[in-house]
């Protein structure tokens, strides 16, 4: 697929992929594969294109987009299309639970962050935060490259793991329910996860760092912590091959 997205793409920077496309059926068949699909798309879908993405191998990438009859258009991954489908773990079931309580925290912080952006160009003019008009923009670089509210502290795995080593009830839930839309775990809504979860949020709303980032500065945020996660795997190795020498 990587290689009909750059022999379609050519030097370009957008091609449309038609129904008519010989190509248009499978880009749908693998997009149909996607965990989220019932969630992103409305069928039928009107077209597929295959855009430039300045922000991927120096400009050299390139990904899919879709839009569907209500006329939305967005882009997709590819990797969780063809990727086999994560074993739901109780830890995993754990941690979609848990960025799911939390969904409105994230909806919030992205409403004010956008309101204070509109308010910081009525005070001072585009010059006050770099751009203008209504589009949420990254908080880093200005840019309004699909922006979203990331974690700029801990990651959602790490605060999840601070609360129940501090704040958590001492059991965590062990069993849940399925979101009918997303597919993924929620709580059962029992009454000791409802109490496990609410003190959860109130963790999340006190601890979480949260901040509007486009693409390029969230994937290099997410890069940064895998090269500190790196670091602090290998240091330890190489402590321990010191001991043992």
Known sequence: MRALQRR???????VAVPPDSPHFKLIQAVFRLHPHYAQKAQEPITSFFVVRNPFVLGGRGCEFQYEDQRGVRDDFSLLKCTRPPLQPTSRLQLLEACAHEVEPQLRAAAVA???????????????GDGGGGD??????????????????????????????????????PVRFAVHPHTRQAVFSGAPADA???AAWRAYHQRHARLELLCKCCAGAQADARRARRWEAQHAGMRNMHVTRI
């Open 195 to 197: 109490a496990w979860a």
């Open 8 to 14: 379609l793409l050519g030097e370009g920077e957008e």
């Open 135 to 172: 589009a949420p923009l990254c908080c880093r670089c200005g840019s309004d490259f699909k922006v979203a509210v990331s974690y700029s502290g801990w990651p959602l795995s790490k605060l999840m793991h601070a609360f129940r080593e501090s704040d958590a009830p001492s059991r965590a």
């Open 113 to 127: 962050a956008v309101a204070a952006q509109q308010w910081r160009q009525q005070e001072y003019g585009d010059g």
